[in-house]
């Protein structure tokens, strides 16, 4: 099982640059979610989905959009790129009353 | 919101001594995660735990939950130097596939 797949594993961006974040599962589970580790700050949430056309902000969604056409995809969007979204980007996945399965993240640098 | 405090903030040990993790939340804990991080990878899921006094162990790892004290504990026996990392306790509040994660604990194992 390729379980939860993030892409790029590596990304600079300059200043008031867009992308997106691609995360993908195939555990056919139903909820989704996009985290930040920060140096001292553990994982924040930014956005969850908990199912196909269904998403909500968690603690820090500015400057971040997200989408779920699938079960499967979650991408996550940064709209205007800024120095202070330089972190790195978990994306997860879990089915109800499970653990949460972690991809192996994103280091963006944004200049 | 629930905020979950990990106590200490980074720990350096001889190989061979116990050590133990805290992690206390503000509010009722319904489900409690570990994970384990190594530096610059994805988190490895170590142990759920769901009800009171629920205690867990895997290799020399042990879990507890005390829910009358809103905290977890991590304890590692005869620490080696593969245990070295980031150790992040995550709380459920309540569904929905989305955790709240205290801030981390950085773990140096000295041979």
């Known amino acids: 099982n390729a379980g939860v797949t993030q892409t790029p594993k590596f990304q600079v961006l300059k200043t008031g640059q867009s992308m997106t974040l691609q995360c993908a599962q195939d555990m056919n589970h139903e909820y989704m979610s996009w985290y930040r580790q920060d140096p001292g700050m553990g994982l924040r949430l930014i956005h969850y989905?908990?199912?196909?056309?269904?998403?909500d902000q968690g603690e820090v969604p500015n400057g971040y959009n997200v989408s779920r056409s699938t079960t499967e995809d979650f991408p996550l969007r940064l709209l205007s790129a800024a120095p202070s979204q330089t972190s790195v980007y978990f994306c997860a996945s879990s089915g109800t009353g499970e653990k949460l399965f972690f991809g192996s993240g994103t280091q963006l640098s944004v200049l | 919101s629930q905020e979950l405090e990990q106590s200490p903030q980074s720990l350096i040990v001889q190989e061979g001594k116990n050590l133990t993790i805290n992690c206390t939340s503000s509010?009722?804990?319904?489900?409690l995660y570990w994970y384990k991080q190594k530096y610059g990878e994805g988190l490895i899921f170590l142990m759920m735990l769901q009800k009171g006094g629920e205690e867990k162990s895997h290799e020399k790892i042990t879990a507890k939950l005390d829910e009358k004290k809103q905290q977890s504990s991590l304890h590692i026996t005869a620490s080696q130097p593969s245990h070295a990392g980031i150790y992040l306790c995550?709380?459920?509040?309540?569904?929905?596939?989305?955790?709240?994660f205290g801030q981390g604990t950085i773990l140096t194992v000295h041979p």
């Open positions: 995550g709380a459920d509040p309540g569904s929905y596939g989305k955790l709240t």
């Open positions: 989905s908990v199912g196909a056309g269904i998403t």
């Open positions: 509010k009722t804990l319904y489900g």
